[in-house]
T-cell receptor
Framework: DSGVTQTPKHLITATGQRVTLRCSPR?????VYWYQQSLDQGLQFLIQ???????AKGNILERFSAQQFPDLHSELNLSSLELGDSALYFC???????????????FGNGTRLTVT | EDKVVQSPLSLVVHEGDTVTLNCSYE??????LLWYKQEKKAPTFLFML????IEKKSGRLSSILDKKELFSILNITATQTGDSAVYLC?????????FGTGTSLTVIP
């Protein structure tokens, strides 16, 4: 158990809808990262928050947004969903804003999103 | 464009065999390279490598980085069925992580 909690585990929704994925980082971790994993593309970095502030941005679509709250949990909002958004969405956390041998990424078990 | 390429894509071996997984990268700014093991769900951290030529070792697993040739290898000796997983390589550029698509390892009893 990595200590990173993601809810829900599975989500099935229709195209055009909006969903919110939730992540609670490990106790003491200040950074939260969001990743999308689809079958053919591996893990794609979406966005990182550190202590409530956006720290780095990857290949995140404009239809997607995220935030980190004062209690350090994070939410990833996906809107106007398309079939191609079906994927496993991982949250990871680390102690600091940058990674090190003492502060590697710890992943949650992911939320599987199916858009029908 | 920054990229991380892993090979082979898939590997099937018998228990007791030794395997070598490869990860090559092309990035504009290199900070570190990480290896993860992904079984059913969450990737779990294996190693972080920042310096060339220094082997990191954990039990039957070891890894080394070559920053001149821009690659890393992950070795697993005396493989066991529990080693079956997807092994992911990632490069930290400071701005973001770039993951390879992984190498799927299947160990047959």
């Amino acid at each position: 158990d990595s200590g990173v909690t993601q809810t829900p585990k599975h989500l099935i929704t229709a195209t055009g809808q909006r969903v919110t994925l939730r992540c609670s980082p490990r106790s003491g971790d200040l950074s939260v990262y969001w990743y999308q994993q689809s079958l053919d593309q591996g893990l794609q970095f979406l966005i990182q928050y550190y202590n409530g502030e956006e720290r780095a941005k990857g290949n995140i679509l404009e239809r997607f947004s995220a935030q980190q709250f004062p209690d350090l949990h994070s939410e990833l909002n996906l809107s106007s969903l398309e079939l191609g958004d079906s994927a496993l969405y991982f949250c990871a956390s680390s102690v600091g804003g940058s990674l090190s041998a003492d502060s590697p990424l710890h992943f949650g078990n992911g939320t599987r999103l199916t858009v029908t | 464009e920054d990229k991380v390429v892993q090979s082979p894509l898939s590997l099937v071996v018998h228990e007791g065999d030794t395997v070598t997984l490869n990860c090559s990268y092309e990035v504009t700014n290199f900070r570190s390279l990480l290896w993860y093991k992904q079984e059913k769900k969450a990737p779990t951290f294996l190693f972080m490598l920042t310096s060339s030529g220094i082997e990191k070792k954990s039990g039957r697993l070891s890894s080394i980085l070559d920053k001149k040739e821009l690659f890393s290898i992950l070795n697993i000796t005396a493989t066991q069925t529990g080693d079956s997983a997807v092994y992911l390589c990632a490069v930290d550029t400071g701005n973001q992580f770039y993951f390879g698509t992984g190498t799927s390892l299947t160990v047959i009893p």
